[in-house]
């Protein structure tokens, strides 16, 4: 509700400028209307339209926010487990310098933190959330090490390959 209205006065603030600019006669700048040559100036739908184009861009933004932190937290925690137990895959982890891998790993971890931060999730439960996936990928991994097949391999390093090169916070 605060940002809504933050945004509303700093679109009305922004209109009204324009407005004192761009509008009116020259005694426009030099004596203060009053109230019915303010209605007649227009006055009360600037404030109408400053609220059509405030409200819905903040309520918007709000929400595509939390879901682009959500996104975030997830696909950090997920390449997160992928990336801690690449070693249980020989075949795939040769490919990969592990300082890169740890550097990766590092980020995807602080990107997880900060994300959680910012949808309130405790630190706490972040951990369990990364020790838990890391623990169902180095099952999952050493699963395929034994039995699988090339092409469960083949997906298996393409979904690595993408915990590479994707951000954690694109679409």
Partial sequence: MVKAI???????????LIQFVFGGRPSFREIEPGVREKLLRGEPILFVVAFTLSVPTAIWSSWYLQRS?????ERSI???????ALYHL??????????????????????????????????GR?????????????????ALARQ???KDLRAEAVAVERCFSESP???
Wanted: charged share 20%.
């Fill in 90 to 123: 020989p075949e795939i982890g040769r490919k990969y310098n592990s300082f890169a891998v740890l550097q990766i790993v590092d980020g995807r971890e602080q990107v997880a933190f900060e994300a959680g931060k910012a949808l309130r999730v405790g630190s």
């Fill in 169 to 171: 916070f694109a679409s």
């Fill in 6 to 16: 933050t945004w509303l006065l700093c679109t009305y603030l922004v209109l009204k």
């Fill in 78 to 84: 997920d390449c997160y487990g992928k990336l801690r």
């Fill in 69 to 73: 932190y959500a996104r975030g937290l």
């Fill in 148 to 150: 699988g097949g090339p």
């Fill in 126 to 142: 972040i951990s369990g959330m990364l020790a838990q996936k890391q623990r169902y990928y180095t099952s999952r991994y050493s």
